[in-house]
């Protein structure tokens, strides 16, 4: 778990700047020959603090789903297997991933997860949507899940969206 600072975050914009010239350096389809590829939020948890500027956060949801869709287009006609997924955790922004899926036993296993330790449910509402309220417009497919992490004596619930290929 991320502990926030309670001071002001500085250089919020000079900070998301960076993390969005370090989105635009990530080169996909470098491990094809691996199950998966992903790429983790390039910066400290700025974005995720609580005092982090919702436009911040917006600007960079948006980046990361525009990157999505730049490797979907970019996507290799070779490849037999090939599904590009964008994962944003509402709570915690900096968790979120860009992956890309070479296996489909892996890309089928990865959405059964309904183990003791860790469950995805989908989120059935159908007009609850991550984008719409921040105005952020893309094509991509959205599904919402609710993933609950039970460890120990510790239990978190969380929001994650996905975006991309999801069908």
């Given at each position: 778990?991320?502990?926030?600072?309670?001071?002001?975050?500085?250089?919020?914009?000079?900070?998301?700047?960076?993390l969005?010239?370090?989105?635009?350096?990530?080169?996909?389809?470098?491990?094809?020959?691996?199950?998966?590829?992903?790429?983790?939020?390039?910066?400290?948890?700025?974005?995720?603090?609580?005092?982090?500027?919702?436009?911040?956060?917006?600007?960079?949801?948006?980046?990361?789903?525009?990157?999505?869709?730049?490797?979907?287009?970019?996507?290799?006609?070779?490849?037999?297997?090939?599904?590009?997924?964008?994962?944003?955790?509402?709570?915690?922004?900096?968790?979120?991933?860009?992956?890309?899926f070479?296996?489909?036993?892996?890309?089928?296993?990865?959405?059964?997860?309904?183990?003791?330790?860790v469950?995805?449910?989908?989120?059935?509402?159908?007009?609850?949507?991550?984008?719409?309220?921040?105005?952020?417009?893309?094509?991509?497919?959205?599904?919402?899940?609710?993933?609950?992490?039970?460890?120990?004596?510790?239990?978190?619930?969380?929001?994650?969206?996905?975006?991309?290929?999801?069908?």
């Amino acid at each position: 778990m991320i502990k926030h600072n309670k001071r002001k975050q500085r250089g919020q914009y000079r900070k998301l700047n960076t993390l969005l010239k370090y989105i635009d350096s990530f080169v996909p389809f470098q491990r094809t020959n691996d199950g998966f590829e992903h790429f983790h939020v390039p910066s400290s948890p700025f974005i995720s603090s609580p005092k982090t500027y919702g436009k911040v956060k917006t600007a960079f949801c948006r980046k990361w789903l525009e990157t999505t869709e730049k490797f979907i287009e970019q996507k290799p006609a070779e490849l037999s297997f090939c599904k590009i997924v964008a994962l944003i955790d509402e709570s915690n922004l900096w968790e979120s991933q860009i992956i890309i899926f070479y296996s489909k036993d892996y890309y089928d296993s990865f959405w059964n997860r309904k183990g003791p330790e860790v469950k995805l449910e989908p989120i059935e509402n159908g007009n609850l949507s991550f984008v719409k309220p921040r105005n952020i417009k893309t094509n991509l497919l959205e599904k919402g899940y609710r993933m609950i992490i039970c460890e120990d004596d510790f239990c978190s619930q969380s929001t994650i969206w996905f975006y991309g290929e999801l069908n």
